[in-house]
């Protein structure tokens, strides 16, 4: 079990290392290095998702470690409550970055080994505090330096940790 602890309260997670071994693995690296300790949630789409875990608060980029292999073809769907990995177009280049998951998004689950098919590996859930997650996709944003969607107010996540 994970906790996200942000200026807007908690939110717990339950990692699924059975299923998402390499992406949970990632995580825990990241977790336990700091790494997340004063980013932001940076992009908020209602209806969609909410994307941290890469920007400092001054939305500078934080160094991250190699990229990890897409195990989006694990069975685990992009629902309402889920935790995927966030990557760029290549399939393979997800690092430090995730979202969660505020509805359904089907259409980014693994459909095919293709560039295009290849999906978002969900790798853990919402477990407590899906409630405040709900409410930060619903956070007034703007643009800011080429980034869409960035709230206004910022969401920091204070410390992420292990909670047992």
């Not at 309260?9 to 336990?32: H, K, R």
């Not at 970055?97 to 295009?116: C, E, G, M, S, Y």
Request: some cysteine.
């Amino acid at each position: 079990m994970i906790r996200i602890t942000t200026n807007k309260g908690p939110i717990d997670v339950e990692l699924n290392p059975e299923l998402a071994p390499i992406s949970c693995a990632n995580f825990l690296q990241y977790v336990e290095s700091g790494h997340y300790s004063n980013t932001i949630f940076h992009r908020c789409i209602p209806g969609f998702m909410v994307q941290g875990g890469g920007m400092d608060t001054d939305m500078q980029q934080k160094a991250t470690k190699p990229t990890i292999e897409n195990e989006a073809d694990n069975g685990l769907e992009n629902i309402t409550g889920s935790l995927a990995m966030a990557r760029t177009g290549d399939p393979h280049s997800a690092s430090s970055q995730f979202f969660i998951n505020v509805n359904d998004n089907k259409f980014l689950n693994h459909t095919a080994k293709t560039p295009a098919g290849w999906g978002y590996c969900v790798f853990a859930k919402v477990t407590a505090g899906m409630d405040l997650v709900m409410e930060m996709s619903m956070t007034p944003t703007g643009n800011h330096g080429g980034h869409e969607n960035v709230p206004l107010e910022q969401i920091i996540m204070e410390k992420v940790e292990v909670i047992d």
